[in-house]
């Protein structure tokens, strides 16, 4: 196991749950790792001498994570920031995207995801954990392990067509398989479409296997 001697810092107001973090960060190598249990202590640590990486909790006294990160951000720092949390809410998600947070990890982690998670910040991605991937009523697609983000989620029945054109089908194709008309079909292809942010289905789907959506 590799020795990492940058400076972590982990703050959450359960010390039982920054210390579980702590370990599973020192299985992945980390010896320098500091834990506080609120936003202001890390801002304050932060002036003293900044991390090379920060793990917020969402929900904080004095402090909460977002509220924390968007003073990081608006202070100069550009450290990673991982966003712990027992929520899948997607407006905790996307809140914490847009504020500059490059991670967004569920509670119940472990140790392999965290360093996913980290290689994917290495890589110049975001990464969302696979268990707040699937949020809200209706189980809609909000985001990826990837550089790519979705502002808006992808219903049930768009990843299932999504998924279907990558496998190559055609839209008459998957008409017939989920029991659609055609138009239908090609409703919902337009409405990912927008989406995505692109025009063509074949740029479409190239997009949605490179970034993992399938």
């Not at 699937?134 to 989620?153: C, H």
Request: aromatic letters at 8%.
């Amino acid at each position: 196991m590799e020795i990492k001697t940058e400076l972590v810092f982990i703050a959450d107001d359960h010390i039982m749950v920054a210390q579980g973090i702590s370990s599973l960060l020192q299985q992945l190598g980390y010896t320098e790792i500091r834990i506080f249990t609120n936003g202001e202590e890390v801002l304050k640590a932060c002036h003293a001498k900044a991390p090379s990486m920060v793990f917020l909790d969402i929900y904080m006294p004095e402090g909460d994570g977002i509220s924390t990160l968007r003073k990081l951000r608006n202070s100069g720092y550009t450290m990673p920031v991982i966003m712990l949390s027992m929520t899948a809410d997607k407006k905790y998600i996307d809140t914490s995207m847009e504020a500059g947070a490059n991670a967004y990890l569920h509670k119940s982690c472990d140790a392999n995801e965290i360093g996913r998670a980290i290689y994917a910040i290495e890589q110049q991605k975001k990464y969302i954990s696979d268990t707040v991937n699937y949020v809200n009523t209706s189980t809609v697609k909000v985001s990826i392990n990837s550089e790519y983000y979705l502002k808006e989620a992808l219903t049930k029945r768009e990843v299932e067509i999504l998924t279907l054109y990558c496998d190559g089908l055609s839209t008459e194709e998957i008409a017939r398989k989920l029991f659609l008309s055609s138009a239908t079909v090609d409703t919902h292809k337009k409405k990912i479409m927008q989406k995505f942010g692109v025009s063509t289905l074949s740029k479409l789907v190239a997009v949605a296997i490179k970034n993992y959506f399938v």
